[in-house]
């Protein structure tokens, strides 16, 4: 069982920067790749970023690419995602998840993942 604790949300104005730490816990195996995916509130889930702990390539979604960097740190356990010029459309609960394996859906796809942290939110003010 894999243990997934986000921290580093908070209220930020428009502009301004956040730093999200995914730490995990559990691991016996090295896992394929951790993600960030975010929901708003009426609104799916979506992907944000992920990486591959092994290295470590990186995916971006395109409403983040070139203001949000995912980068990993092997020894510790730990993905952060570093946010800057944040938007209101930023706003959102963020969530850190565990990828197995490369098998199955794409590396964009929720589904694909199997162990979610519980959240940490993000809110951007105009």
């Known amino acids: 069982q894999v243990q997934l604790v986000e921290s580093g949300g908070g209220l930020v104005q428009a502009g301004g920067s956040l730093r999200l730490s995914c730490a995990a816990s559990?691991?016996?195996?090295?896992?394929?790749?951790m993600g960030w995916f975010r929901q708003a509130p009426g609104k799916e889930r979506e992907f944000v970023a992920a990486?591959?702990?092994?290295?470590?390539?990186?995916y971006y979604a395109d409403s983040v690419k070139g203001r949000f960097t995912i980068s990993r740190d092997y020894a510790k356990n730990t993905v952060d995602l570093q946010m800057n010029s944040l938007k209101p459309e930023d706003t959102a609960a963020y969530y850190c998840?565990?990828?197995?394996?490369?098998?199955?859906?794409?590396?964009?796809?929720?589904?694909?993942?199997?162990?979610w942290g519980q959240g940490t939110q993000v809110t951007v003010s105009s």
């Open positions: 998840a565990d990828r197995a394996t490369v098998v199955g859906a794409g590396i964009t796809a929720h589904s694909g993942y199997d162990y």
């Open positions: 990486i591959t702990w092994s290295g470590g390539r990186t």
């Open positions: 559990g691991r016996t195996f090295s896992s394929y790749a």
